[in-house]
């Protein structure tokens, strides 16, 4: 059964960072890309980074030059690393895989960045 479980988040001032965790069980995790995606009131879920199996990322131009995501693969958990934290940055984030044609989301960590 594939489990994803995010931790992390939290209340913030603009400006700040913050270093959301995703930890995936049930799944061959060097073996498969992982991503973040966000989703703030009122929004539909947005892509944010992405990792493959072989580390090469991709970012969302929102991300871009601010997060960092990155894995480890001996503890099946992938990262990601805010920086400089805006207020539009404030959303749930989730962690995914995607296994054949099937989506497995995490339940979600909360970030919200103050002003």
């Known amino acids: 059964q594939v489990q994803l479980v995010e931790s992390g988040g939290g209340l913030v001032q603009a400006g700040g960072s913050l270093r959301l965790s995703c930890a995936a069980h049930?799944?061959?995790?060097?073996?498969?890309?992982m991503s973040w995606y966000r989703q703030a009131t009122g929004n539909q879920r947005e892509f944010v980074a992405f990792t493959s199996s072989g580390g090469v990322t991709n970012y969302a131009d929102s991300a871009k030059g601010r997060f960092t995501i990155s894995r480890d693969n001996a503890k099946n958990t992938v990262y990601l690393q805010m920086n400089s934290l805006k207020p539009e940055d404030t959303a749930v984030y989730y962690c995914n895989v995607k296994i054949l044609w099937t989506n497995y989301w995490g339940q979600g960590t909360q970030v919200t960045v103050s002003s």
């Open positions: 049930g799944i061959s995790f060097s073996s498969n890309a």
